[in-house]
T-cell receptor
């Protein structure tokens, strides 16, 4: 069975600080997809990134970057120079290409002005 | 381009009642998935509809049922409501393309069972 663990329940940082959200997953499959979603107070899940299990290249998109390490089954998310608008709940999720996402319990990120 | 829409936004029901939630997928999408998100938890997969049929199902009892219409919109029905059914119900749509996909989520329907 697959499982996604986000050990950090809540994180608070002061604006402009960098912050890393951790995600550890478990699966016996060799082909899978990892995701990060952002959930602002409005409730709608916003897609941030998808990464397949064969692509271990790190990715950077503006202030966001992702570090995928298959050896440690981790897919961590870093926000550089955080802003108040980054405050939200962030979810890591796992999928096997069948659009049936398994989510972690989420990390609530609060950016203090 | 309209995204995924859901109705109603909020709903209050009494234990034992039945409820129907509705979802319109993003334009061009043909697959609809439903998720239940309890307070403080991550979303949990309920089921998925494609070509008007349930294609996959998560670990939810038969009280949870659904339907997909020819225009790809979908309904989620929950019978004999329990207090534990109180949650945010999220609908997600995608295009059934083998090579790549991305699910778009709606704003959700918050169901409260009293």
């Amino acid at each position: 069975a697959q499982k996604v663990t986000q050990a950090q329940t809540e994180i608070s940082v002061v604006e402009k600080e960098d912050v890393t959200l951790d995600c550890v997953y478990e699966t016996r499959d060799t082909t899978y997809y990892l995701f990060w979603y952002k959930q602002p107070p409005s409730g709608e899940l916003v897609f941030l990134i998808r990464r397949n299990s064969f692509d271990e290249q790190n990715e950077i998109s503006g202030r966001y970057s992702w570090n995928f390490q298959k050896s440690t089954s981790s897919f961590n998310f870093t926000i550089t120079a955080s802003q108040v608008v980054d405050s939200a709940v962030y979810f890591c999720a796992l999928d096997f290409g069948n659009e049936k996402l398994t989510f972690g319990t989420g990390t609530r990120l609060t950016i203090i002005p | 381009d309209a995204g995924v829409t859901q109705s109603p936004t909020h709903l209050i029901k009494t234990r034992g009642q039945q409820v129907t939630l509705r979802c319109s997928p993003k334009s061009g999408h043909d697959t609809v998935s439903w998720y239940q998100q309890a307070l403080g938890q991550g979303p949990q997969f309920i089921f998925q509809y494609y070509e008007e049929e349930e294609r996959q199902r998560g670990n939810f009892p038969d009280r949870f049922s659904g339907h997909q219409f020819p225009n790809y919109s979908s309904e989620l029905n929950v019978n004999a409501l329990l207090l534990g059914d109180s949650a945010l119900y999220l609908c997600a749509s995608s295009l059934d393309v083998l090579s790549a996909y991305e699910q778009y989520f709606g704003p959700g329907t918050r169901l409260t069972v009293t």
